[in-house]
């Protein structure tokens, strides 16, 4: 492939991918720059590139809000939310690849639209419905609420995976006298498992993101890193140093979390919903 | 372009009792998804025919369509639901049209292209607060952001981005988080084309961009419905991006339907008013899920 290829063209490539690259990359760059300068030195014109580093922003960031505390909240909703949907939608996807009925399409198509409702339409009725069940501010009741938003789109990318099992595999094992259970367990988990890895790194990264409820719904006890960042927002926004730090933590675990199960996330898009 | 095979139910006696374990696996998430659809909408619509203002409690009883008529009226909702509908399909074309050639950019072999990939799909992984942060202080700051001072030293004026074209900006930013999503599905799309047709089809003498348009496009047709069909959930409820850069100004530049039910129920407390634009808001993205779900579910179903 690279045989014919000329090295003029080669070099054209190989300049332009990563100028593109560093183009899209330069802002989360220049924030975990930014977070170990020190506030004078955040707001120099023309900014600096070098400098001598400095742990005073991160110091004040810890100083004045309780990272844990959020971290922890994110951790928990993310998860928790996560783990409910799976479990939830493993059986619906199962049911809708193995046991199709006239139905079976429908029901698919209406999930996702339920999905589609802006949460801002019935955002004064959650509210309202969370302030009276006492969920409001709790984790219990943001993870309920992310798990609900993202269930459709889970039970959809399932459903697909399960559709890419090579059905004559399966039938192979209930040849062999497999019950439906074995099956399951002994062939179609394994196969399906990187699907299912890849659909639940797809929810954590939306979890851990979702800033309308997680704006709307938490206050203090409850409020995770999108409400911790928010807060940094306004009154701060010229101080660029803390401002950066207390984003760079936001984004930190995720972003490393991404880098790493990427390639995860990629070989289960390509089983299933992209191919 | 997908084996097309049929999971067929087990014959005879059994099928009763597929039936009903299918029906069994399929209920808990059907009712959860139910109860969730319907319990907040019928919510809506009652309230959307009070009068419920939290701060006003003589103002109270029943509104007919009042509130749909104020909203309706006001100039503010056309205007926020055109920024709505450009927010949308701006950002699916620039996530499209810019993943289609990344995706074409990055499937070729360069020095270090593996980093580089990381480094373009990065940004999905920001939260949207965060980004908008980043955009609005750091990097388009007229004083001290980073594109200002680059402006400065080529010698140009600094423009104030967000107040000068707000819902542009708004735009950029947003399509700075998705388009990195529509690479990395896009992408994964190109490289399981088959290497052996793409050389065929050079052997034969086809150009770079015959090879783009008859090969590689046509086969991108199922991973294009899935990027749309993702993003559009998404792009439709933009909401922290503009919060956290305009407010929704100047004016309501740059206020999409979601930012404004949100300042109506949130900052002037008028439920019933919000709540109409709630289901307003539900009837649009009802109509923008028809089209989509009709264009895209062939693709979806293979």
Not at chain 1, 108 to 118: A, C, E, G, Y
Not at chain 2, 157 to 164: E, F, S, V
Not at chain 2, 185 to 209: F, K, N, W, Y
Request: charged letters at 10%; one cysteine or more; hydrophobic letters at 55%.
């Amino acid at each position: 492939m690279a045989l014919k290829t000329k090295t003029s063209t080669r070099i054209g490539v190989t300049i332009l991918g990563w100028g593109i690259a560093l183009w899209l990359f330069f802002p989360i760059f220049w924030m975990i720059l930014t977070s170990f300068k020190s506030e004078v030195q955040a707001i120099s014109t023309p900014p600096k590139l070098f400098f001598m580093p400095t742990l005073s922003s991160y110091t004040e960031v810890f100083e004045r809000a309780n990272y844990w505390h959020f971290a922890l909240n994110t951790v928990i909703v993310s998860v928790g939310a996560t783990a409910v949907a799976i479990a939830l939608a493993v059986p619906a996807a199962y049911s809708m690849a193995f046991m199709p009925s006239k139905r079976t399409r429908g029901t698919l198509l209406w999930m996702l639209s339920t999905r589609m409702l802006p949460p801002v339409g019935v955002l004064v009725p959650i509210y309202i419905l969370a302030r009276n069940t006492h969920l409001l501010d709790t984790c219990t009741g943001l993870a309920i609420v992310d798990m609900l938003t993202n269930l459709p789109i889970i039970v959809w990318m399932l459903y697909t995976f399960f559709r890419e099992v090579p059905a004559p595999i399966l039938e192979a094992g209930r040849m062999d006298g497999a019950t439906r259970w074995q099956e399951t367990t002994m062939v179609l988990l394994p196969l399906a498992l990187p699907g299912i890895a890849s659909t639940a790194l797809l929810s954590l990264i939306l979890c851990w993101n979702e800033a309308f409820w997680s704006l709307n719904l938490t206050s203090s006890h409850a409020a995770p890193l999108t409400a911790f960042i928010a807060s940094f927002s306004s009154p701060e926004g010229l101080f660029f140093g803390k401002l950066s730090a207390a984003s760079t933590l936001a984004v930190a675990p995720i972003l490393v979390f991404g880098w790493i199960s990427q390639k995860q996330l990629v070989r289960g898009l390509t089983f299933g919903a992209v191919k | 372009m997908q084996a097309v095979l049929e999971h067929s139910p087990p014959a005879g006696a059994t099928v009763q009792t597929a039936k009903r374990t299918g029906f069994l696996l399929l209920s808990p998430s059907v009712l959860i998804l139910l109860v969730w659809s319907i319990v907040p909408l019928v919510m809506t619509l009652w309230y959307s025919l009070q009068n419920y203002n939290l701060v006003d409690p003589t103002l109270h009883g029943f509104a007919g369509i009042d509130n749909y008529w104020y909203l309706l009226t006001d100039p503010d909702f056309l205007h926020a639901l055109l920024n709505t509908l450009v927010l949308v399909a701006g950002v699916l074309v620039i996530s499209i049209g810019g993943g289609t050639l990344l995706a074409v950019l990055y499937d070729q072999e360069f020095f270090g292209r593996g980093i580089a990939r990381i480094m373009v799909i990065s940004p999905f992984f920001i939260m949207p607060t965060v980004s908008a942060l980043l955009w609005k202080n750091l990097m388009l700051h007229p004083i001290y952001g980073v594109y200002s001072a680059m402006m400065r030293a080529v010698g140009l004026t600094p423009i104030d981005w967000l107040a000068r074209f707000p819902l542009m900006t708004v735009m950029m930013i947003v399509a700075w988080e998705w388009l990195p999503f529509a690479v990395l599905i896009l992408l994964t799309a190109v490289q399981s084309l088959d290497g052996e047709q793409r050389e065929a089809a050079r052997m034969d003498g086809a150009g770079p961009i015959a090879r783009f348009r008859y090969i590689i496009l046509p086969h991108l047709g199922r991973a294009i419905s899935v990027v749309v069909m993702i993003e559009t959930i998404y792009l439709l409820t933009i909401f922290a991006e503009i919060s956290v850069t305009t407010a929704g100004g100047p004016g309501v530049a740059s206020t999409n339907l979601p930012y404004l039910i949100y300042s109506r129920a949130l900052l002037q407390f008028d439920v019933g008013g919000a709540s109409a634009g709630g289901v307003v808001a539900i009837v649009i993205a009802n109509i923008v899920a028809i089209f989509l779900v009709r264009a895209v579910a062939r693709n979806l179903e293979a």
